[in-house]
């Protein structure tokens, strides 16, 4: 045996050992499993509890959609599992897992969260809307800033009108009252 086939030789079991090595599993994310199976749960114990309320208009009541998302919550904590197990893990961008979090990034997130809840009385539904997509857009990274405002306000207006006209469901209309 030569140098070159013995270095060869060491190159293809070095392959063989790191292919047959079991990737390495990130347990932690199984906490977010049972979050999400704790969460379907409650949310099919708590559709369980709703009553038999039915109108000539709505024949099945309210039960099956969140029966239904709670056993959808419930299948994807499982599959979420799976792949947990198997040794599947999110991947960063740019490939690179470096362990840093974009704290800023969560908290301007943050920030256009409890903005939206403290406007939404005072400026509706649709205003405060459209500045929580369109801020959303922003801080996960668009810069066509007109695109992503005219997109938000859109959103924010369908959604206002599917809960008002699909689910009889108002929103508030704050300084819009009246124009809505």
């Known amino acids: ?19 047959d090595a079991a990737p390495k599993r990130d347990l932690a994310q199984l906490w977010v499993c ?3 199976a704790l969460l379907g ?11 038999g309320f039915t109108a000539s208009n ?3 009541g309210p039960k099956p959609v969140p029966i239904i998302l709670g056993v959808l ?5 499982a599959f979420y599992a799976l792949n947990v197990l198997r040794g599947g893990r999110g991947e960063a961008e740019n490939g690179e897992d470096d362990g840093n979090f974009d704290w800023v990034t969560l908290g301007l997130l943050c920030a256009v969260f409890i903005a939206n809840a ?11 809307g459209a500045l929580l997509f369109w801020g959303s857009a922003v801080v ?16 924010s207006l369908a959604t206002f009108y599917g809960f008002a006209i699909g689910l009889g469901v108002g929103l508030p209309a704050g300084v819009l009252q009246g124009i809505l």
């Open 1 to 19: 045996m030569t140098v070159s086939e013995n270095g060869a030789a060491e190159a293809t079991e070095a392959t063989l050992a790191e292919a």
């Open 58 to 60: 709505d024949p099945i």
């Open 34 to 36: 049972g979050f999400l």
């Open 118 to 128: 403290l406007l939404i009385d005072w400026l509706g539904w649709v205003i405060s």
């Open 41 to 51: 749960v409650l949310v099919i114990v708590d559709a369980s509890r709703l009553g």
């Open 73 to 77: 919550l419930l299948v994807l904590a």
């Open 140 to 155: 996960l990274g668009s810069r066509r800033y007109l695109v992503a405002l005219a997109a938000a306000v859109a959103l």
